[in-house]
Nanobody, 121 residues
Framework: QVQLQESGPGLVNPSQTLSLTCTVSGTSITANYYYWSWIRQPPGKGLEWIGYIAYRGSTIYSPSLKSRTSISRDTSKNQLTLHLSSVTPEDTAVYYC?????????????WGQGTQVTVSS
């Protein structure tokens, strides 16, 4: 069974870098044709796609967050990592990792449970 688990600090100071890890089990993050996204949901708002890393390692980011976002992976640990720099309180959200197929990049078949991140001093 495919499982995704986000982890990271729940509280980040403004202007610092938010770093989160998604640990995947039950499948390989290099398995053909799967794309691994980071998505967030600020309080009282809808879901916002942040970016994805493909099975071959290429990345695409949301234009609105591109200048501050980096997604990478550790294939030996089967983990994905999100870095979001220069955070502000507007980056406070529940952050999710999720999987989609190449032919339906924004239709996710597996999600992590999400991790709350609060940006505050």
């Amino acid at each position: 069974q495919v499982q995704l688990q986000e982890s990271g600090p729940g509280l980040v100071n403004p202007s610092q870098t938010l770093s989160l890890t998604c640990t995947v089990s039950g499948t390989s993050i290099t398995a053909n044709y799967y794309y691994w996204s980071w998505i967030r949901q600020p309080p009282g708002k809808g879901l916002e796609w942040i970016g994805y890393i493909a099975y071959r390692g290429s990345t695409i980011y949301s234009p609105s967050l591109k200048s501050r976002t980096s997604i990478s992976r550790d294939t030996s640990k089967n983990q994905l990592t999100l870095h979001l720099s220069s955070v502000t309180p507007e980056d406070t959200a529940v952050y999710y990792c999720a999987r989609a197929r190449q032919d339906s990049l924004f239709e996710y078949d597996y999600w992590g449970q999400g991790t709350q991140v609060t940006v505050s001093s």
